[in-house]
Every structure is written in C-alpha cells, then in structure tokens.
C-alpha cells in the first residue's frame, strides 16, 4: 500500500467513528478525495446536506477529528 492509498484508508477509518453521531440525525458524510494540497474533500448527506448547522458539523466535528487523527491534512472542505 503506498502512502496516499494508507491517507485514504486512515480517512475512512476516522469517517467511520464520527458516522453514528451523524446518522443519528439521519445524516451521514462521504470522504470524495484528498488533493495535492492535503485538503480532505467530503460530501454531506442526507440531513446534514440541508442543516442549518451543516458548517458547524463539518468545521467543529469532521474537520477537527480529522485534524486530531491525521495532522498530515490541512483543511476539509464540502462538495455538492
């Protein structure tokens, strides 16, 4: 397994752990990609797509546990 392909694998690890939280609110996240720049791309699903506290989620729970599990990765970001 080459480097970028363990990054991913770490991704989705860390992805998995914060999943329950969101489908607990009938939401979920998928991880899309990670650029050159290490920016982590995700895409919010079902209700987190249309919350009102979507930001929050993504910069106060995804990002930050990204950040903490994986401090290689710079930001994370939303895609539609």
Same mark, same amino acid.
């Given at each position: 397994?080459?480097?970028? &392909? +363990?990054?991913? @694998? *770490?991704?989705?690890?860390?992805?998995?752990?914060i999943?329950?939280?969101?489908?607990?609110?009938?939401?979920?996240?998928?991880?899309?990609?990670?650029? &050159? +720049?290490?920016? @982590? *791309?995700?895409?919010l699903?079902?209700?987190?797509?249309?919350?009102?506290?979507?930001?929050?989620?993504?910069k106060a729970?995804?990002?930050?546990?990204?950040?903490?599990?994986?401090p290689e990765?710079?930001?994370?970001?939303?895609?539609?």
């Amino acid at each position: 397994m080459n480097k970028h &392909e +363990e990054l991913i @694998v *770490r991704i989705e690890d860390t992805l998995s752990q914060i999943r329950p939280y969101l489908e607990a609110d009938f939401g979920n996240v998928s991880f899309i990609e990670i650029t &050159e +720049e290490m920016v @982590v *791309r995700v895409r919010l699903e079902g209700a987190c797509k249309s919350c009102s506290m979507s930001t929050m989620t993504l910069k106060a729970g995804i990002e930050q546990s990204l950040l903490k599990a994986i401090p290689e990765i710079k930001s994370v970001e939303a895609v539609s």
